[in-house]
């Protein structure tokens, strides 16, 4: 996966890495204008929350357990579930938003989160198996 320069900057690396090819005027309004980018639309804000960052989370299932059973992100956040046992586990959204197939051992499952919210979800297989994705802007 490519992640385009120009997000990536950010003064602090222009001056560690001289990654700009002019000095930190240029990189400030690349920053000025990802801001704004970021404020005024919410479309391109997560998408380039998304590539600035990447964001990713993990939730194992281990002990017929989703662990850590509650996590919160940002918007854009990927969140891969990964089974940990030889019990077979799934992956379901009470509000039918992300739906994995079953799961072995070490089989994954990946879902990107671009919506505030709270997302609930189970084990199909162990209905009592419940966890929880909050998914909220970070402040500031
Ligand atoms: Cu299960």
Redesign the pocket.
């Known amino acids: 996966m490519t992640i385009d320069d120009s997000f990536v900057v950010t003064p602090k690396a222009c001056m560690r890495d001289h990654r700009c090819k002019s000095p930190g005027p240029l990189c400030a309004l690349q920053l000025a204008l990802m801001l704004t980018a970021l404020a005024s639309t919410p479309g391109l804000a997560e998408e380039a929350l998304e590539s600035a960052n990447a964001p990713v989370a993990t939730v194992n299932m281990d002990h017929?357990t989703f662990m850590p059973g509650e996590i919160t992100v940002t918007p854009g956040t990927t969140v891969t579930w990964v089974n940990k046992e030889s019990?077979?586990?799934?992956v379901v959204d009470l509000n039918r938003g992300f739906r994995s197939k079953i799961l072995a051992k070490d089989g994954t499952f990946s879902f990107t989160f671009t919506n505030a919210g709270d997302y609930n979800y189970l084990?199909s297989?162990?209905p009592n198996?419940k966890g929880k994705v909050i998914v909220k802007p970070s402040a500031g």
């Open positions: 017929s019990m077979p586990h799934t084990c297989i162990h198996m």
